[in-house]
């Protein structure tokens, strides 16, 4: 829909900001450590942790704080030990929320997930009361600069990506989980550094709000983003920027 944007679409846009806190980086540190400890330190062996070494190159992290992360997953150093919890619900207009955290204390992060819903008009669901809403993706976004739109097609393409588009001045390739791999080598191969990368989940379907209904739900959703626990946030929101623009 012309003029309209996807949360999925808006969210590499916060990534500059989110670096100069440093939130970056604490993400992609829990990501690769817990990375390690599931599927163990070797890069090349273990799929999720290649990915997640990637993406903090890619952020320009430097090598020591990765070769710590991948030590403190497979135990050669001390650390603290994360869970994977996922949470689902619901925003204001019927938007659906599904929330990735690594957190310490589970007991310390439900309530605190609860509590964010309800302060801004959402409300915490039961599992896979959305989940199911949405599919898994490989996503790569690549600046535009980086390269000529037809030959990073080729590259792409051939390594088995299912699409590519251009949204500003980024380039974004999509995959299934199974090829995300195979592409992300053809990229290492040919020198191009995704700003970033990884495996979102893609709504089937938008709910389009505007209004206050789509400013509380941006508000609600960017909640959920600054809380220190939460890795990942994805939501079927669809909303014209502009509109918002022109009633603030």
Same mark, same amino acid.
């Given at each position: 829909?012309?003029?309209?944007?996807?949360?999925?679409?808006?969210?590499?846009?916060?990534?500059?900001?989110?670096?100069?806190?440093?939130?970056?980086?604490?993400?992609?540190?829990?990501?690769?450590?817990?990375?390690?400890?599931?599927?163990?330190?070797?890069?090349?062996?273990?799929?999720?942790?290649?990915?997640?070494?990637?993406?903090?190159?890619?952020?320009?992290?430097?090598?020591?704080?990765?070769?710590?992360?991948? !030590?403190?997953?497979?135990? #050669?150093?001390?650390?603290?030990?994360?869970?994977?919890?996922?949470?689902?619900?619901?925003?204001?207009?019927?938007?659906?929320?599904?929330? #990735?955290?690594?957190?310490?204390?589970?007991?310390?992060?439900?309530?605190?997930?609860?509590?964010?819903?309800?302060?801004?008009?959402?409300?915490?669901?039961?599992?896979?009361?959305?989940?199911?809403?949405?599919?898994?993706?490989?996503?790569?976004?690549?600046?535009?600069?980086?390269?000529?739109?037809?030959?990073?097609?080729?590259?792409?393409?051939?390594?088995?990506?299912? @699409?590519?588009?251009?949204?500003?001045?980024?380039?974004?390739?999509?995959?299934?989980?199974?090829?995300?791999?195979?592409?992300? !080598?053809?990229? #290492?191969?040919?020198?191009?550094?995704?700003?970033?990368?990884?495996?979102?989940?893609?709504?089937?379907?938008?709910?389009?709000?505007?209004?206050?209904?789509?400013?509380?739900?941006?508000?609600?959703? @960017?909640?959920?983003?600054?809380? @220190?626990?939460?890795?990942?946030?994805?939501?079927?929101?669809?909303?014209?920027?502009?509109?918002?623009?022109?009633?603030?």
């Amino acid at each position: 829909m012309s003029g309209h944007s996807k949360w999925s679409t808006i969210k590499h846009k916060k990534a500059a900001a989110d670096a100069k806190r440093g939130k970056v980086f604490t993400r992609l540190i829990k990501e690769i450590t817990i990375a390690a400890k599931l599927g163990g330190g070797d890069i090349d062996g273990n799929p999720r942790l290649r990915s997640a070494v990637a993406a903090a190159k890619g952020s320009n992290m430097p090598a020591d704080n990765i070769k710590r992360a991948i !030590q403190k997953g497979t135990g #050669e150093l001390p650390g603290v030990t994360y869970e994977e919890v996922s949470y689902e619900g619901y925003g204001p207009g019927g938007v659906a929320i599904l929330i #990735e955290t690594l957190t310490d204390n589970r007991m310390r992060t439900t309530p605190e997930i609860r509590h964010v819903f309800s302060k801004y008009g959402g409300n915490l669901g039961e599992p896979n009361s959305v989940a199911w809403m949405f599919d898994k993706k490989g996503q790569f976004v690549i600046p535009a600069s980086a390269i000529e739109e037809d030959r990073l097609m080729e590259i792409v393409l051939e390594a088995g990506a299912d @699409d590519l588009t251009q949204e500003d001045e980024h380039f974004v390739v999509q995959t299934t989980v199974e090829s995300f791999h195979a592409v992300q !080598q053809a990229l #290492e191969a040919a020198s191009i550094t995704p700003e970033s990368q990884g495996l979102i989940r893609e709504p089937q379907n938008t709910v389009e709000l505007d209004g206050k209904k789509a400013e509380q739900c941006l508000k609600l959703l @960017d909640m959920f983003e600054d809380h @220190d626990d939460v890795q990942n946030v994805h939501a079927n929101l669809e909303f014209d920027p502009q509109a918002l623009e022109s009633e603030a």
